[in-house]
């Protein structure tokens, strides 16, 4: 009765061959991952060191560190998710827990998602037109901090509002049949539900803004800036700043003689960087998840 | 309308989009009695309770008209939508513990209401959860997460959340579907003790629970009222409609 016969074979084989395809597929994800950052750090190893770090760039940016970038980098995203985290979180809130489903609210949803597919080179450009001039903050850390926030602002929008509806209407019902307003019923249970994935949206969008030239190299960032080693504060709001993006573009394209390795070298800090806050964002989510309450 | 009317239905119509639910139907419900609602899915019992405590304000599409009068004041004229929802209880036919501790699963609706003092919070949790017949099996632990109790303590510790804002009304929605039987049995007694301090509206499946509990009941078909009636009419061998004896009796539905 359980014999096998030629159809089975020829089944089993089918399937074993399926299985093997779809797996080899999956599989070569991580084989890019693995060349760039395998060859990344062979070519970059020369120039890698603690000092790389902290150094500022010497001898016109063909020697010597990235702190300058570096900093310049940490305070862009500080700043721009600042400014984007708290406002894209309160209107995902509205569109979620509030928006009735009409017209003018249905034109906040369209604008969100078209936000998202606007190209970075274009809001580059309505940054420049837009803090740089029309709201004359110059060129400066502040005009490129406001841009990658409206760059960030319909990820985290989205991001936010999928958090937000994992949460099952059941418990917001059983709020609203106790008396509960709507602000209570989020306070109460909402938020705290989904803040978890409220915060790993966020933090990934680290990387987005850490990553960006265009949109800074429009409106902030520039080739070179003089800095003491190792000065945490070396900024101020409405100066111009290096960027580690922007630093990586400079010594690739428009440096004459930089020592071949500190470009590879850049590039490992930004990739590190990156890597390291998206680690801490799927910890932090694994964590949370742990703490998951049904 | 008599002196212990608590709620008095009029010509209420429900429609979602263009679909009538409920084609004007008319009741009243009196002070302390045991009101059961029977019917199969789809003939708007649920949506009946939701008209009553205005949760249907959340559904954007639902149109409603008619009046409902609870205790003489019409609900949808009523400015504080919240103290209305706070005189009725409300169990929905799913337990929901809230994911948080089983003290503040309780102690949410007080504080909602404006409740700080942790004595009287202290005070309403036991109360509550000695009517819901579970404080013997949390007391040890209340600050252990609500969704982690099984079903049936979690349909009691819902009870007890609904007893928690002191309802005048409690309504309960088809609360055994989802629990066991004994676990049932336990609620119905619970509830034979309560209806001396409120009002209940019993919207049931099981026929049976309707005979058992309720003083009168009424049989909801698609949108309208069949009959309704004291139960030990309705649930005889001769009540006034043929439909609800085959009903009631299995014959069709």
New interface residues.
């Given amino acids: 009765m359980f014999a096998e016969t030629p159809l089975v074979r020829r089944k089993q084989r089918q399937e074993t061959i399926a299985k093997w395809i779809f797996f080899s597929m999956a599989a070569s994800m991580i084989v890019p991952l693995i060349l760039i950052v395998g060859y990344l750090f062979q070519r970059a190893w020369p120039s890698l060191s603690l000092s790389f770090l902290i150094d500022v760039p010497t001898h016109g940016m063909t020697e010597g560190g990235i702190w300058p970038a570096l900093v310049g980098t940490i305070y862009l995203v500080v700043i721009s998710l600042a400014v984007s985290a708290p406002i894209g979180v309160l209107a995902a809130v509205y569109l979620n827990e509030y928006a009735?489903?009409n017209w003018f609210n249905r034109l906040i949803n369209l604008a969100v998602i078209n936000l998202a597919g606007v190209p970075s080179i274009v809001h580059a450009l309505f940054g420049l037109g837009a803090f740089v001039y029309a709201a004359r903050f110059g060129y400066s850390i502040i005009s490129a901090s406001l841009t990658l926030a409206i760059m960030t602002l319909p990820v985290i929008i989205a991001s936010t509002r999928e958090a937000l509806a994992s949460v099952p209407r059941?418990?917001r019902?059983?709020?609203?049949?106790?008396?509960?307003?709507r602000w209570?019923t989020i306070r109460?249970?909402v938020l705290?539900?989904s803040i978890s994935g409220i915060l790993t949206g966020i933090i990934l969008q680290v990387s987005r803004a850490a990553g960006e030239t265009a949109p800074i190299m429009f409106t902030g960032a520039v080739f070179y800036k003089a800095v003491q080693k190792g000065d945490l504060f070396p900024y101020h709001l409405q100066d111009q700043c290096m960027a580690l993006s922007m630093h990586l573009y400079t010594l690739a394209t428009q440096v004459p003689g930089v020592k071949e390795s500190i470009p590879f070298a850049t590039a490992v800090v930004l990739l590190g960087s990156v890597l390291l806050v998206n680690a801490a964002a799927i910890i932090l989510r694994a964590y949370l998840r742990s703490r998951k309450?049904? | 309308m008599t002196s212990d009317t608590q709620i008095a239905v009029q010509d209420l119509r429900l429609a979602y989009g263009h679909k009538e639910v409920i084609h004007g139907i008319s009741f009243d419900i009196q002070r302390n009695e045991i009101f059961g609602i029977i019917g199969p899915s789809q003939s708007g019992k649920t949506s009946l309770l939701r008209c009553l405590n205005r949760t249907i304000d959340f559904t954007p599409e639902a149109r409603v008209s008619g009046v409902i009068r609870v205790d003489g004041e019409d609900v949808r004229k009523g400015r504080d939508v919240f103290a209305l929802r706070r005189k009725i209880g409300m169990v929905a036919p799913l337990p929901v513990g809230l994911p948080k501790s089983i003290y503040d699963n309780v102690a949410f609706a007080p504080r909602c209401a404006g409740m700080t003092r942790k004595s009287q919070l202290d005070e309403i949790v036991e109360q509550c959860l000695r009517q819901a017949a579970l404080w013997d099996e949390v007391k040890d632990r209340m600050d252990s997460l609500g969704t982690k109790l099984s079903g049936g303590q979690q349909q009691r510790l819902t009870i007890a959340r609904a007893l928690s804002h002191q309802p005048q009304i409690l309504c309960l929605d088809e609360f055994s579907i989802a629990i066991d039987p004994v676990t049932t049995m336990r609620i119905e007694d619970v509830l034979k003790e309560l209806r001396k301090d409120m009002t209940i509206v019993l919207v049931t499946n099981l026929t049976q629970q309707a005979r058992r509990l309720a003083d009168r009941t009424m049989f909801l078909w698609d949108g309208e009222i069949v009959e309704l009636g004291r139960s030990d009419v309705l649930f005889s061998d001769h009540p006034a409609n043929r439909k609800t004896y085959e009903y009631v009796n299995g014959i069709f539905g």
């Fill in positions: 009735r489903d059941s418990f019902e059983a709020c609203w049949n106790v008396g509960a307003t209570q109460g249970v705290p539900n309450k049904w």
